[in-house]
């Protein structure tokens, strides 16, 4: 149980263009999403929390209109980044818990999105 | 503010060989330390979940303990395939659902 899926695993695009990464929870509901990018030997950096039908919480220094992120069902989080330069390359990976900060509440990662931009 | 120091940041490892990952941590209100695998260009497995001091889990040849300051992955007689990066991470009453990493430790076992 607790699986979630990204797509496309790995995205190459042309420097301006924007990219479209989806994050899904398959087999539960996912109240709470985040969204996080990893460089090359380092850990993962949280770039935003989004709830369902909320908008999403960016973290500080994380541009909310270069990295757009839409929660628009329990199973399902995407995001965009546009007009997307060569310094955006990296790995992004989704997460998602069925609740928010309670005992039991588990983040379950998804396999990442390795993003090339040209 | 709340913080994750892991080390060593990179452990080699005869196979068979047992030794222990430890992260320290300072957080506000432990609301969960957290240990995930992550295997290169991967998204990071879940592992264990620990809530107070002197829990401790168990699954194969892994054994997560928690104290008031720092947790211990021990790794008993390893095997190749253990080789991965392990990370940590705790949740604070101040960050409601956000997760704090440290560094991960690097593993490596030799056949």
């Known amino acids: 149980g607790a699986v979630v899926s990204q797509h496309p695993s790995w995205v190459i695009c042309k420097s301006g263009t924007s990219v479209k990464i989806e994050c899904r929870s398959l087999?539960?509901?996912?109240?709470?999403m985040f969204w996080y990018r990893q460089f090359p030997k380092q850990s993962l950096m949280l770039m935003a929390t989004?709830?369902?039908?909320?908008?999403?919480?960016?973290e500080q220094g994380v541009e909310k209109d270069k990295f757009l992120i839409n929660h628009a069902s329990l199973t399902l989080s995407t995001l965009t980044v546009t007009s997307a330069h060569p310094e955006d390359s990296s790995f992004y990976i989704c997460?998602?818990?069925?609740?928010?900060?309670?005992?039991?509440?588990?983040?379950?990662f998804g396999p990442g999105t390795r993003l090339t931009v040209l | 503010e709340d913080q994750v120091t892991q080390s060593p940041e990179a452990l080699r490892l005869q196979e068979g060989e047992s030794s222990s990952l430890n992260c320290s941590y300072t957080?506000?209100?432990?609301?969960?330390l957290f240990w995930y695998r992550q295997d290169p260009g991967k998204g990071p497995e879940f592992l264990f979940t620990?809530?107070?001091a002197g829990e401790e889990k168990e699954k194969e040849r892994l054994k997560a303990t928690l104290t008031k300051k720092e947790s211990f992955l021990h790794i008993t007689a390893p095997k190749p395939e253990d080789s991965a990066t392990y990370l940590c991470?705790?949740?604070?009453?101040?960050?409601?659902?956000?997760?704090?990493f440290g560094q991960g430790t690097t593993l490596q076992v030799k056949p």
């Open positions: 957080v506000s209100g432990l609301r969960g």
């Open positions: 991470a705790v949740r604070g009453s101040s960050n409601t659902g956000k997760l704090i």
């Open positions: 087999d539960f509901q996912a109240t709470t």
């Open positions: 620990l809530y107070s």
């Open positions: 997460s998602a818990s069925q609740s928010t900060g309670g005992r039991g509440d588990t983040q379950y």
């Open positions: 989004s709830n369902e039908g909320s908008k999403a919480t960016y």
